[in-house]
């Protein structure tokens, strides 16, 4: 009985195995790919240096980018540090004093590093997840203030330090904090660069949620499954919407809505409105107010 029952259970690890055949990354020098079920986890990957972000890891994260912005197995993105870093920010030594004699270089750097951090992570076509683990420092608030939502660990340790050495929070961070913070906090880190932990990030409105490091992941897992439970065309076209409109005003931003949500109706595959609308009205089998439709009709 129990050697059936353990053929049955290989045999549905074989299936399983086939139904999803491993996808071949590309391999980079400073950042790694790793996935869990459609979840794609994008990690800076430099532990030894506390992922300070070098020349290097802005390529890498620029073509990695790019790579998963098209990839049909990434449902949600979950943007990470290796190790007990999230990021030191900026690598002083290589971003900043390697490049300080070269023009040349220190343009393409800061034209990567701000290219994947801002521009091409915050209109990700999928949801982003920043998972904060640890040490999260000056430039890298940037890549935590372009993903979609954020999630600590309590412990974690933020901090606007560039003060501390005698520079401003330049690329775009301080353009950043000052719209995720308001301004007395922005101006308050940002001129004693004080270290504060997940916890107070939260409280601040830097981070979405913070929780013990040991329920990290689970966390991310969890709101990763939420987003892949919801309408895809749908989840895309709002944060697009969130986040043009805040820098319209209100007769553009009623054009713009309204634009967008004819164009939604077109681009969704899986018609998630009529579906919506269908399962509340006809079937009765939910209830939008409370929770989402039933995808049954994935693209
Ligand atoms: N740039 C360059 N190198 C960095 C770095 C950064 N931003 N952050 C860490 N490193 C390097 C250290 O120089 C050290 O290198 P080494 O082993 O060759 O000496 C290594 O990473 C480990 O750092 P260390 O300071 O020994 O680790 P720690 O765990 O004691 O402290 C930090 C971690 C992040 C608190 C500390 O490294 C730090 O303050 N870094 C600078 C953070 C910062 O201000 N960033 C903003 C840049 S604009």
């Not at 055949?21 to 506390?50: A, C, H, Q, W, Y």
């Amino acid at each position: 009985m129990a050697a059936k029952k353990a053929a049955k259970k290989s045999a549905k690890k074989t299936a399983r195995k086939k139904a999803a055949p491993k996808i071949k990354d590309p391999v980079f020098e400073t950042v790694k790919i790793e996935r869990s079920k459609g979840i794609t986890f994008l990690i800076m990957n430099r532990p030894e240096k506390r992922n300070a972000m070098s020349p290097q890891l802005h390529m890498d994260m620029n073509d990695a980018i790019d790579y998963l912005s098209i990839d049909p197995a990434t449902d949600v993105l979950v943007v990470t540090g290796a190790g007990k870093a999230f990021s030191a920010g900026q690598d002083i030594k290589l971003y900043f004093r390697g490049t300080a004699d070269d023009p040349a270089a220190r343009a393409k750097a800061r034209r990567a590093s701000n290219a994947w951090r801002w521009q091409k992570l915050s209109r990700f076509p999928k949801p982003t997840i920043a998972m904060i683990n640890g040490f999260c420092f000056g430039g890298a608030f940037t890549q935590v203030c372009a993903c979609d939502f954020a999630i600590a660990s309590s412990t974690a340790t933020f901090g606007l330090s560039e003060v501390n050495w005698g520079i401003i929070p330049g690329g775009i961070v301080s353009w950043n904090v000052g719209q995720v913070m308001n301004y007395r906090n922005a101006i308050y880190y940002a001129t004693t660069g004080e270290p504060f932990n997940g916890k107070r990030a939260m409280e601040i409105g830097m981070v979405n949620k913070a929780v013990p490091a040991g329920k990290l992941k689970a966390e991310v897992m969890k709101l990763a499954r939420l987003m892949q439970q919801k309408s895809p065309a749908a989840v895309r076209y709002t944060k697009e919407a969130i986040r043009s409109v805040r820098f319209m005003n209100e007769p553009e931003a009623a054009d713009y809505l309204n634009a967008k949500s004819d164009a939604l109706k077109h681009v969704d595959k899986e018609d998630s409105r009529g579906q919506g609308m269908s399962q509340f009205l006809d079937e009765k089998s939910y209830r939008p107010g409370l929770g989402h439709f039933e995808r049954r009709n994935k693209g």
